[in-house]
């Protein structure tokens, strides 16, 4: 069992949607990420949690927005996406005192008709 | 501009032989790096790294080697089992101030291994 945990694992929505993506982490860890994974393309670091404090936005436009209440948990709330914006989205999780391997949830697949 | 390439999408090996997967770099920031293993409809699970101020590091079947005049790294799986099939991606990380441990990823290798 993976000790970060993404919910939904698929997710079909239109552009007019509002959706959000949830990920817990169970390995008391301080710090969470997002992850974007598009075919053909390395995975995109989108926004980075370090004990709740946003410290990274990778220039991820505003129709992505994320959500961290405390270290355990980070959600990532969508309106009105881009077809383009279909892919494969991760959370992961570290220790955030430097160094440390990240951990990965198994990922929403995400599709915008 | 990608900092961290594999430039062999795809590899294939026969069982009981040794696989090696390459990664270069161009960031010279990077002091950590990390091989990450997935499987299809998984997230990567991380496999080995290396700090910058070794050379070698071994688990079991893998090892890592860096070599950081020529900023690059190989991942050895030895011997090669069909489990072992998967794609391979290859990260690194640093020069992000402390417990910064964001991971930039190159665009990974498939790993066939054939029984």
């Known amino acids: 069992e993976t000790g970060v945990t993404q919910t939904p694992r698929h997710l079909v929505m239109g552009m007019t949607n509002k959706k959000s993506l949830k990920c817990e982490q169970h390995?008391?860890?301080?710090?969470m990420y997002w992850y974007k994974q598009s075919a053909k393309k390395p995975l995109e670091l989108m926004f980075v949690y370090n004990f709740k404090e946003q410290t990274e936005n990778n220039s991820v436009p505003s129709r992505f927005s994320p959500e961290c209440p405390n270290s355990s948990h980070l959600f990532l709330h969508l309106h009105t996406l881009q077809p383009e914006d279909s892919a494969l989205y991760l959370c992961a999780s570290s220790r955030g005192q430097g160094n440390s391997p990240l951990h990965f949830g198994n990922g929403t697949r995400l599709t915008v008709t | 501009d990608q900092q961290v390439k594999q430039n062999s999408p795809s590899l294939s090996v026969q069982e009981g032989r040794i696989s090696i997967l390459n990664c270069d770099y161009t960031?010279?920031?990077?002091?950590?790096f990390l091989w990450y293993k997935k499987y299809p409809a998984e997230g990567p699970t991380f496999l080995i790294s290396?700090?910058?101020?070794?050379d070698k590091n071994e688990d079991g079947r893998f090892t890592v080697f860096l070599n950081k005049s020529a900023k690059h790294l190989s991942l050895h799986i030895v011997p090669s089992q069909p489990g072992d099939s998967a794609v391979y991606f290859c990260a690194a990380s640093g020069g992000g101030g402390f417990g910064n441990e964001k991971l930039t990823f190159g665009t990974g290798t498939r790993l066939t291994i054939i029984p």
């Open positions: 960031n010279s920031m990077f002091d950590y």
């Open positions: 290396i700090s910058s101020i070794k």
């Open positions: 390995l008391g860890h301080n710090a």
